[in-house]
């Protein structure tokens, strides 16, 4: 049985490629609302290399500030909003400085 090389390559590479889908997972992006004062979804859990973006739908700024320190969004005016890609695991509650009491919780979890 003879396979040519143009077989052989082309069966090299789309395993190549299907153990490289297989072994990454796709990033994907979340949104949170930002309304009424309130963080939607409250509690958000997302992968390593996901990308959050908040939505400021309320008529005043606000923020996205973890309080560990992960990230800080500085204001968010109304009809704005604000993207970040998180790259650590573990848990980042956060708040929006102007409304201390709008607490949210980021997980990210491998």
């Known amino acids: 049985m003879r396979i040519s090389i143009f077989t052989a390559t082309f069966g090299l590479l789309v395993c190549t490629i299907s153990l490289a889908a297989w072994a990454s997972p796709k990033q994907q992006t979340h949104t949170v609302t930002i309304e009424g004062l309130r963080f939607q979804p409250d509690v958000l859990t997302v992968a ?5 973006v908040w939505v400021n739908k309320d ?11 992960g990230f800080d ?3 968010i005016e109304a009809d704005k909003s604000w993207s970040y890609t998180i790259r ?5 509650a956060y708040i929006c400085t102007f409304h201390p ?4 919780m980021l997980r990210v979890k491998e």
């Open 48 to 52: 390593p290399g996901d990308t959050i």
């Open 59 to 69: 008529v005043v700024p606000h923020t996205a500030t973890s309080k560990t320190g």
């Open 73 to 75: 969004s500085k204001t």
């Open 88 to 92: 650590k695991t573990g848990d980042f």
């Open 101 to 104: 009491a709008m607490k949210a």
